[in-house]
């Protein structure tokens, strides 16, 4: 794994955190309990604040990144809530997903935007800067819009997909923890 100070900060990863060798973690980044970064993946904390819930998985060839301070802004942090799933090829640019989301395979979300709890985002589409995604629904599109409420089932399925990731990840753990003893 590449994990990189910027400036003298240096990423704070949880104990129980992974980052697969391919990925890259820079900076102001923060990764909570069992949270997970697949292959490629990119957060780059250079400007401002990432934040990575508990069991939390960004998949393969995802990117994180936020925007920075200055005299005509606050800049956009990039929080990520718990238990979310963040699909292959996602961006996230300085906006706020909350727990329980799952964000599709190439979906983009962008600055101060905010995805609620319990949200479904569909694959490819494009979360604009500033909005806001009610709880409970899939939006898709680009712009997205509300296309449905969501059922019982997918909502139990963000839990679902967060606690298989935290298996994956552990699986992949103990191959390296094997390989390195064996090698």
């Excluded at 998949?59 to 956009?76: F, I, L, P, R, W």
């Amino acid at each position: 794994m590449t994990i990189r100070s910027y400036k003298g900060i240096v990423p704070k990863i949880a104990d129980s955190a992974w980052v697969d060798v391919s990925a890259v973690v820079i900076g102001r980044c923060e990764l909570a309990q069992d949270a997970s970064i697949w292959p490629n993946a990119t957060l780059r904390g250079d400007v401002n604040d990432i934040v990575i819930g508990a069991r939390t998985n960004i998949q393969d060839g995802a990117v994180v990144h936020t925007t920075h301070e200055s005299a005509v802004s606050k800049g956009s942090k990039c929080i990520v809530g718990q238990d979310v799933t963040i699909g292959h090829n996602v961006v996230l640019h300085g906006c706020i997903i909350e727990d329980e989301c799952l964000i599709g395979m190439g979906a983009v979300v962008l600055d101060n935007a905010v995805v609620q709890t319990h949200v479904l985002v569909a694959a490819n589409s494009l979360v604009p800067a500033g909005k806001v995604l009610e709880s409970g629904y899939l939006y898709m599109g680009s712009p997205v819009k509300q296309a449905r409420l969501l059922t019982e089932q997918e909502i139990a399925f963000f839990k679902y997909s967060a606690a298989h990731y935290v298996r994956l990840k552990q699986d992949y753990e103990a191959e390296e923890l094997a390989n390195t003893n064996n090698g």
